[in-house]
């Protein structure tokens, strides 16, 4: 696909597409651009600049080269009522389309399937058939399915195999948080996975600005009102990933198990001694018997474990990737030893034989 044609085919997808994302989906900066400047002049996408939030839009033109070359992907998304079709102009409205757009881009660069040419149909998937490798589905893909689930906060949900994980973006700042909500997307999601035969439970998998924002998550005690985000008992498992290249690799680590065991395995080798109880928050001891813990997914309800017992044995070892470091040192102190994979030779690692 030209990249002209990818980059009007996600816009259709996202509604309007923000405009810090241009230079991913066509993978230059520069050239996107051009590529910009072109397709406005041309008609096929217009500029929308209001209240500090910018992105791009299609027009009628737009539209109709779109379904010309990809009605199979493009038109669920640009037929009847679909919100991504009437795009609106309130600010709030906006932000949840950029929200979401963050989303669709971040996985689809991380490798998961996004396109509907790429998924199963989101209906088979609702009447019990599961899925092999990891399909993402936007809200707008099955919200319509259940009232139950119009008020939740999620993008979407991610699906690999017998694992699923409700999609939130937090982007920079704590994200509304409803319980009552969520709780219902929760139990709709698990409903979804016994459907197909599985007793998986549903995990959330919250996006972010950066890693230093994970710091705030850990924190927060719900703001005043109680109705912003906190570390709850909804999900079992809440994974932090922030919006960065090099952060693919932990949804790569989610969605496929064998790799997940494999980097297990490899941190493993680093261990004087494995841990004596199944269920002990440290993953083993060093040489000198120092407690050694494995911090690279960025589980919110793992790592506020880990702090509270550092906080007891004043002594510990925490395992991360290179670009968490800071984030982690910021959380849990500038006393702490920490050790960094380079996410680098990590990638070659688990990509070894594939």
């Given at each position: ?41 041309e008609g096929y996408i217009s500029a ?284 849990f102190g500038e006393k702490m030893k ?17």
């Open positions: 696909m030209k990249k002209q044609d990818r980059l009007l085919l996600m816009i259709a997808i996202c509604g309007e597409l923000p405009a810090n994302l241009t230079g991913q989906v066509v993978g230059s900066d520069s050239y996107a651009a051009a590529l910009i400047t072109r397709l406005k002049r929308r600049s209001k209240d500090g939030c910018r992105g791009y839009v299609l027009r009628a033109k737009g539209r109709r080269h779109v379904l010309t070359i990809c009605e199979d992907d493009a038109g669920f998304f640009l037929h009847g009522a679909i919100q991504t079709s009437h795009v609106k102009s309130e600010v709030n409205k906006r932000i949840r389309l950029h929200r979401m757009s963050e989303v669709w881009v971040f996985l689809w660069k991380a490798g998961v399937c996004i396109f509907q040419s790429q998924k199963p149909a989101w209906k088979t998937v609702s009447e019990g058939n599961g899925v092999e490798t990891a399909v993402y589905y936007g809200s707008l893909e099955f919200k319509g399915d259940s009232d139950a689930i119009k008020g939740s906060r999620a993008c979407g949900v991610l699906l690999s195999g017998n694992a699923a994980y409700v999609v939130y973006n937090t982007m920079g700042q704590r994200m509304k948080w409803a319980k009552k909500m969520e709780r219902s997307m929760r139990v709709w999601t698990e409903r979804l996975l016994l459907k197909g035969g599985s007793s998986h439970m549903a995990d959330a998998l919250i996006l972010g600005e950066n890693p230093v924002f994970l710091r705030e998550l850990l924190e927060s005690d719900g703001g005043i009102r109680k109705n912003l985000f906190q570390v709850d008992d909804i999900y079992e498992h809440y994974y932090y990933v922030p919006v960065c290249g090099s952060a693919a690799v932990q949804i790569w680590l989610l969605v496929d198990g064998e790799k997940r065991t494999r980097l297990y395995q490899f941190l493993s080798g680093a261990l004087s001694k494995k841990r004596e109880k199944e269920y002990a928050i440290c993953d083993g001891y060093d040489a000198y018997g120092n407690p050694v813990y494995f911090c690279h997914e960025l589980e919110l309800r793992h790592l506020l474990r880990v702090k509270q017992e550092i906080a007891w044995n004043q002594a510990g070892c925490v395992l991360c990737l290179d670009y968490q470091e800071a984030a982690l040192r910021m959380y920490i050790q960094a994979v380079i996410t680098e030779r990590l990638t070659e690692y688990l990509q070894q034989g594939v």
